[in-house]
T-cell receptor, first 116, second 114 residues
Framework: AQTVTQSQPEMSVQEAETVTLSCTYD???????LFWYKQPPSRQMILVIR??????QNATENRFSVNFQKAAKSFSLKISDSQLGDTAMYFC?????????????FGTGTRLTIIP | EAEVAQSPRYKITEKSQAVAFWCDPI?????LYWYRQILGQGPELLVQ????????DSQLPKDRFSAERLKGVDSTLKIQPAELGDSAMYLC????????????FGQGTRLTVV
């Protein structure tokens, strides 16, 4: 079974600063996908960024980037130039590679607050 | 923009009563998930459908929970009888039948059992 660990229950940062959220996972699989999802207050969860384990290059989406270390089983999210709208719960999630889809296994989340 | 629809948004029910949640996935999405999110925790899978077939219900408490997806479109999750420990957010998500693809989530149903 896979496990995902997020060791930072809460974080806060000043607007326009950079913040890094940590995530580690445990799996015996070699092929898988990793995700960061954002859950704003009272709104649905949305995808922030996605990483294929077979790709060495770290994924980037505008102000969001990841540091994927496969050997260390680490998958951190960096948010640059943080904005008030980034305030949300952030969940790291793991999915085995399987045609037809597998379930997402989530961490416990990090509550991020951007301070004006 | 297409969204996953869930209803109701909020539900308060008494212990031992029956309760049902409904989910309408994004059109064309073959995979549908029901997750339960207890306050302060990450979502945990209850059941996964591929079209109308259940592919994973290993964490579904089958003595009180049931789920169906007739015709492979919308889905209903039922709890009977509800217990105090069932208070949580119930999230529905859907995705294409493609390896590693993004799951799209609904806004969820917040259940409070009193």
């Amino acid at each position: 079974a896979q496990t995902v660990t997020q060791s930072q229950p809460e974080m806060s940062v000043q607007e326009a600063e950079t913040v890094t959220l940590s995530c580690t996972y445990d799996t015996s699989e070699n092929n898988y996908y990793l995700f960061w999802y954002k859950q704003p207050p009272s709104r649905q969860m949305i995808l922030v960024i996605r990483q294929e384990a077979y790709k060495q290059q770290n994924a980037t989406e505008n102000r969001f980037s990841v540091n994927f270390q496969k050997a260390a089983k680490s998958f951190s999210l960096k948010i640059s130039d943080s904005q008030l709208g980034d305030t949300a719960m952030y969940f790291c999630a793991f999915m085995k590679a399987y045609f037809g889809n597998e379930k997402l296994t989530f961490g416990t989340g990090t509550r991020l607050t951007i301070i004006p | 923009e297409a969204e996953v629809a869930q209803s109701p948004r909020y539900k308060i029910t008494e212990k031992s009563q029956a309760v049902a949640f409904w989910c309408d996935p994004i059109s064309g999405h073959a995979t549908l998930y029901w997750y339960r999110q207890i306050l302060g925790q990450g979502p945990e899978l209850l059941v996964q459908f591929q079209d109308e077939s259940v592919v994973d219900d290993s964490q579904l408490p089958k003595d009180r929970f049931s789920a169906e997806r007739l015709k492979g479109v919308d889905s209903t999750l039922k709890i009977q009888p509800a217990e105090l420990g069932d208070s949580a957010m119930y999230l529905c998500a859907s995705s294409l039948r493609t390896e590693g693809t993004e799951a799209f989530f609904g806004q969820g149903t917040r259940l409070t059992v009193v």
